[in-house]
């Protein structure tokens, strides 16, 4: 695998040479991007293969919204919703991520066939969650988290917030390695859109070396979400409907794959699956025939993230400083 963008490889999961994509599922009535397409099971197993067959790398199964104001669904509907999808997807020979912040439906999910857990909260809402996927040996996505949005936009108030974001991902992943997750397991997320504004997301999306920094592959979920919609506003200040967010959504596939992201996290697959290959083949072009000492530099970062685990500074367009 070349490394040379910081991209690392995540134990337990496939080895992809480029920024992978990870189609989502959700099996939701109130998700705000597409809640209730997929609400049966049928059907979110069919769509969930269709997404793999568009060219997603890996499947995201979630039972629970986690839009601001939604409300917590029970544990067990939670598990009524996704673990029939995960085991159905998981005996096609789909790679699985399950989506949840709920440490039995973890559990159970991984049981059933799932590979990899994403906890939105980071192992912040349920206490035995760090513990179950330890046990498990289960790589895990700790994204940035500072509540639930029941209510709104909480705590989002930053002094400086790719500082603000970077220091309280790294205590938290300095948690979830105390508590037993390998760190070859551990992926980390800017969690963009929670407790964040469109300022915010745009400035940690210029500044993705500094998550780089934190030493753990990184995944930038971003697909559909309010930024982008005030992004593309029309003259009126009316954002598009998260559907229509789509071709925003692969560009910043193909910023974050230049950026070194080991993966991101989409609604729509074609597109993004498109955009990390045309990302993939500009580094390839970017490299081939490279001069002896352009060609020792690539060799001593390829060595540096494989010895060290932590990647090299990135430059390009969002690693520019200054850039919102």
Same mark, same amino acid.
């Given at each position: 695998?070349?490394?040379l963008s910081?991209?690392?490889h995540v ?9 992978a994509v990870?189609?989502?599922v959700n099996?939701t ?6 809640g209730g ?7 979110a197993v ?6 793999v ?7 995201d199964v ?5 839009r601001p104001g939604a409300?917590?669904?029970d544990e067990?509907e ?9 085991r159905?997807?998981a ?13 039995s ?9 799932a590979s990899?857990?994403n906890d939105?909260?980071?192992g912040l809402?349920?206490?035995?969650m760090i ?11 700790v994204?940035?988290?500072?509540g639930?949005?029941?209510?709104g936009?909480?705590k989002?108030?930053y002094d400086?917030v790719?500082?603000d ?6 205590a938290r992943v ?5 508590g037993?997750?390998a ?7 800017p969690g963009?859109g929670?407790s964040?504004d469109?300022e915010?997301?745009?400035a940690?999306l210029?500044?993705l070396d500094?998550?780089?920094g934190?030493?753990?592959?990184l995944?930038?979920?971003a ?8 992004v ?5 200040g009316?954002?598009?409907?998260a559907?229509?967010?789509d ?5 910043v596939?193909a ?7 080991? =993966?991101v $996290?989409? #609604?729509? *697959?074609?597109? /993004?699956?498109? &955009?990390?290959? @045309?990302?993939r083949?500009v580094?390839?072009?970017r ?9 020792a530099?690539? =060799?001593? $970062?390829? #060595?540096? *993230?494989?010895? /060290?685990?932590? &990647?090299?500074g @990135?430059?390009g367009p969002?690693?520019?400083e200054g850039?919102?």
């Amino acid at each position: 695998m070349n490394n040379l963008s910081g991209r690392g490889h995540v134990a337990g999961l496939p080895v992809w040479d480029r920024c992978a994509v990870m189609g989502v599922v959700n099996v939701t009535p109130d998700s705000f991007s597409d809640g209730g397409r997929w609400f049966d099971t049928t059907a979110a197993v069919k769509h969930g293969l269709d997404l793999v067959a568009q060219g997603a790398d890996l499947v995201d199964v979630g039972g629970e919204s986690t839009r601001p104001g939604a409300t917590r669904v029970d544990e067990a509907e939670e598990l009524r919703r996704v673990i029939p999808v995960v085991r159905g997807l998981a005996s096609e020979g789909v790679v699985v991520s399950v989506d949840t912040m709920r440490a039995s439906v973890a559990e159970q999910s991984l049981a059933a066939g799932a590979s990899l857990v994403n906890d939105v909260s980071g192992g912040l809402a349920d206490p035995t969650m760090i513990p179950v996927v330890a046990d498990a040996g289960a790589p895990f996505v700790v994204m940035h988290w500072r509540g639930f949005l029941e209510g709104g936009n909480v705590k989002g108030v930053y002094d400086d917030v790719v500082a603000d974001v970077v220091d309280e991902l790294h205590a938290r992943v300095e948690a979830v390695l105390a508590g037993g997750i390998a760190p070859d397991r551990v992926v980390v997320d800017p969690g963009l859109g929670f407790s964040k504004d469109a300022e915010h997301d745009l400035a940690l999306l210029s500044h993705l070396d500094r998550l780089h920094g934190l030493g753990h592959p990184l995944l930038v979920a971003a697909s559909r979400k309010r930024f982008l919609g005030r992004v593309l506003a029309g003259p009126d200040g009316a954002p598009p409907p998260a559907r229509e967010r789509d071709a925003a959504t692969a560009a910043v596939s193909a910023l974050a794959a230049q950026s070194g992201a080991w =993966a991101v $996290r989409v #609604h729509e *697959v074609r597109a /993004s699956a498109d &955009a990390v290959r @045309v990302a993939r083949a500009v580094e390839e072009a970017r490299t081939a025939g490279l001069g002896p000492g352009a060609q020792a530099l690539r =060799a001593e $970062r390829e #060595h540096g *993230v494989c010895g /060290s685990g932590r &990647a090299p500074g @990135v430059s390009g367009p969002l690693g520019a400083e200054g850039a919102r």
